[in-house]
């Protein structure tokens, strides 16, 4: 839709890998921050907001099914685990943390959004694994920071026994956020 603001903006970027005999479907993305003030929260995670149509574009009949991968920065850390101070009563009015905003990357997570967190898959329980740190509060030397980068998988990726693991490069340096670097087994697709 050439009219809406998320088509406008690029941020998603679809790439095929013809896997003989499947494709694997590559969508690296950028989601939209909620901004300061909140100003996008609305255009964020509202009724036919981009959280919304991304969903949607996932579940498409032009996608890939059952090998699907969605790698990038999605602008929420969706559990307590995937933020340093989920405690604090101010996160709940902050960018990236917010309820609603949280809230909606669990549709994408839910049965019905057929995604699952590969990290999380894999990692259950890991705590301190961010991939985001605030460089104005200087937060990288004592990790406080977000998991706001993830690698999302089909859930039929997962059943297959594709998925090997999920890890976070917290070592290198040179950004805010950290590479985020998935394995899979090709010969389990």
Wanted: glycine share 10%; hydrophobic share 40%; with cysteine.
């Amino acid at each position: 839709d050439p009219q809406s603001e998320a088509e406008r903006e690029g941020r998603t970027l679809l790439l095929t890998l013809p896997l003989k005999p499947i494709e694997l479907g590559l969508v690296n993305v950028y989601t939209p921050n909620a901004g300061a003030e909140l100003s996008r929260l609305p255009y964020r995670t509202g009724a036919g907001g981009w959280d919304e149509r991304f969903r949607a574009a996932l579940v498409g009949p032009q996608l890939f099914g059952d090998h699907l991968c969605v790698l990038g920065d999605l602008n929420v850390a969706v559990e307590d685990l995937d933020f340093f101070n989920p405690h604090e009563a101010r996160m709940k009015k902050q960018a990236g943390t917010t309820p609603e905003e949280r809230a909606s990357m669990r549709e994408m997570l839910a049965p019905a959004g057929g995604m699952v967190d590969g990290f999380r898959h894999v990692h259950a329980n890991a705590d301190g694994q961010f991939t985001y740190w605030s460089q104005r509060a200087r937060n990288r030397p004592r990790n406080r920071g977000l998991r706001i980068d993830y690698a999302l998988v089909s859930a039929g990726l997962v059943a297959s026994g594709a998925l090997v693991d999920v890890q976070h490069l917290q070592h290198l340096e040179g950004s805010d956020h950290c590479p985020v670097v998935m394995t899979l087994r090709l010969d389990r697709l």
